[in-house]
């Protein structure tokens, strides 16, 4: 059965590309940090707030109907979801601290463009299609990375995210509460994750591969495996002046070697591993830290490398931990194992895209890659038929105010997820 068109706005009118642009400008000064240049829109704080205004503003002028489910994720509907077989698209509008502009928006302001060049196709519906923006992606409020797509899938349970504090000590319902939601509905949505047939995610590539093979628009085949690891090094606090170096038992030194041993074992492994964040007390300029907490993102191809670098990194840790009299607690935080989106999906999409359909994608034109970033089709991967496209990132910079992604190939993004979607929403 056609799903009924609803009037088109204004937005999708005018020479191609203009929605995308007039978008972009109007969503580009959220949250952006003065000093430097970066984003800083966290979940469930103001400029998130003013983010949910952009995207409810997007749906209403599009005639779509905005829901907010039980998780804080914001869905823009055309036709009704219960007929269901739905294709969904869209991304997430929260960033990491002093993030860049593309990292998850690009794919949000790209699907409501894709609808409007498919409506300026006259492209007919024949399933209902979606735009979502999913909730704290990014973790970068209370450590954990995909908070709403994970509640929505049942991969993190009611207790797990009440527990959940920011760096103020407040918790996750006590933001959502702040901010208007009700924190006592959150959890998983099997029903709703029931009425979709297929996610699809554009996202801007966190490096360098498509900016190699010349390409602007690539496909996803797999996320690679990567989590996050607590280490906690617990010294003794003293006299920066008065304490003999012989004496001390400075947690900062097995900390600083560590972050070294990590470096190492990526570089022996062909994997990723960083330090990224650490939290020192008492923090105090003329005082020896009592307390170095360190937090490590590794990430690699498939799981046994994965659990080598980890391995090495927590044995060369708890090392310099006894060579120095200091205690050494490790606690994983979070873990993601390989994603290998769904072939038949994954193949369909390359041959979308690659102008034929049934041939190997190894044939086609469209460059096929994996990621070491993890994502919200990741998430529902286990759960739904999920999907990437990746827009070429000429220098591969992300996480940085320097992210970047040309206008033409923002444009080309746009196109080949319009078509896309007029492939899978549209036959």
């Known amino acids: 059965m056609d799903v009924p068109e609803r009037p088109r706005s204004q937005t999708a009118d005018g020479p191609k590309g203009s929605s995308f642009l007039s978008m972009w400008r109007e969503l580009e000064s959220i949250g952006r940090h003065t000093g430097s240049g970066g984003y800083r829109r966290f979940a469930w704080t103001g400029a998130d707030a003013d983010c949910r205004a952009w995207f409810r503003a997007q749906a209403e002028a599009r005639g779509l ?4 489910d039980r998780n804080g994720n914001q869905w ?42 498919l409506r300026g196709r006259n492209a007919r519906f024949t399933k209902p299609l979606a735009i979502v923006n999913f909730g704290d992606e990014e973790g970068a409020r209370f450590g954990l990375a995909c908070v709403g797509s ?11 995210a009440h527990r959940l504090t920011d760096a103020d000590g407040i918790t996750l319902p006590q933001a959502m509460e702040a901010a208007g939601h009700d924190p006592d509905a959150i959890g998983a949505d099997p029903e709703r994750l029931g009425c979709i047939g297929a996610f699809v995610e554009l996202h801007v590539e966190q490096g360098r591969v498509l900016e190699l093979t010349g390409d602007r628009v690539g496909v996803a085949s797999a996320i ?16 920066a002046g008065t304490t003999r170096l ?54 690699a191809a498939d799981q046994a490398t994965l659990d080598t670098v980890v391995h090495g990194v927590e044995k060369a840790a708890r090392e310099y931990a006894d060579a120095h009299g200091i205690h050494l607690d490790v606690v994983r935080e979070s873990f993601t194992p390989v994603v290998e989106f769904e072939h038949a999906l994954r193949d369909e999409i390359a041959g979308l895209l ?13 460059p096929v890659l994996g990621t070491g970033a993890g994502h919200d089709a990741g998430i529902l991967s286990g759960s739904i038929p999920t999907a990437m496209l990746f827009v070429r990132n000429p220098t591969g910079v992300s996480h940085s105010p320097a992210e970047y992604a040309a206008e033409d190939d923002c444009a080309a993004g746009v196109t080949a997820l319009a078509d896309v979607l007029e492939g899978l929403a549209c036959k």
């Open 65 to 68: 109907v905005l829901e907010l």
């Open 76 to 117: 823009a509907w055309l036709g009704d979801p219960s007929a269901g077989d739905a294709v969904v698209t869209g991304s997430h509008l929260d960033s990491v601290p002093d993030g860049g502009a593309f990292d998850g928006p690009l794919g949000v302001v790209s699907s409501f463009a894709a609808l409007d060049e």
């Open 150 to 160: 994970r509640l929505t899938a049942g991969e993190l349970t009611v207790e797990q």
């Open 224 to 239: 690679w495996p990567h989590g996050r690891w607590r280490f906690d090094f617990r010294g003794e606090a003293n006299h």
């Open 246 to 299: 012989v004496d001390r038992r400075d947690p900062m030194l097995s900390y600083a070697e560590t972050v070294l041993a990590a470096r190492r074992e990526a570089q022996l492994a062909g994997a990723v591993a960083t330090f990224g964040k650490i939290s020192v007390e008492p923090n105090g300029v003329n005082a020896i830290p009592s307390l170095v907490r360190g937090w490590l993102d590794s990430r």
């Open 354 to 366: 690659g102008g034929e359909t049934g041939r190997d994608p190894a044939d086609l034109r469209v």
